[in-house]
């Protein structure tokens, strides 16, 4: 189950992607966030963000972590 509610939008998605198209983003990525989303592993999450693409890298901070039970973490993606 995921808990809380999200954080009041600063901009619409429109204006969002238009800002990383020109901040030089090449491809943007709309992902629904749901209880089966939530459950995949961090490998899994790689995969996907990897697949078909020219995938150069992900910015992380230290206290970042994605996938199931938070298990991705900057060394696992080193």
Not at 3 to 29: H, M
Not at 38 to 66: I, K, N, Y
Not at 69 to 77: A, H, K, M, P
Request: hydrophobic share 45%; glycine share 8%; proline share 3%.
């Amino acid at each position: 189950m995921i808990r809380g509610v999200a954080p009041v939008e600063l901009c619409s998605l429109t204006e969002r992607c238009e800002r990383l198209g020109a901040a030089g983003a090449d491809i943007v990525v709309i992902q629904r966030f749901d209880d089966a989303f939530r459950q995949q592993s961090a490998e899994a999450f790689l995969d996907r963000l990897r697949l078909g693409r020219a995938f150069r890298g992900l910015v992380m901070s230290p206290e970042s972590a994605f996938g199931h039970d938070r298990q991705g973490t900057i060394e696992l993606v080193r």
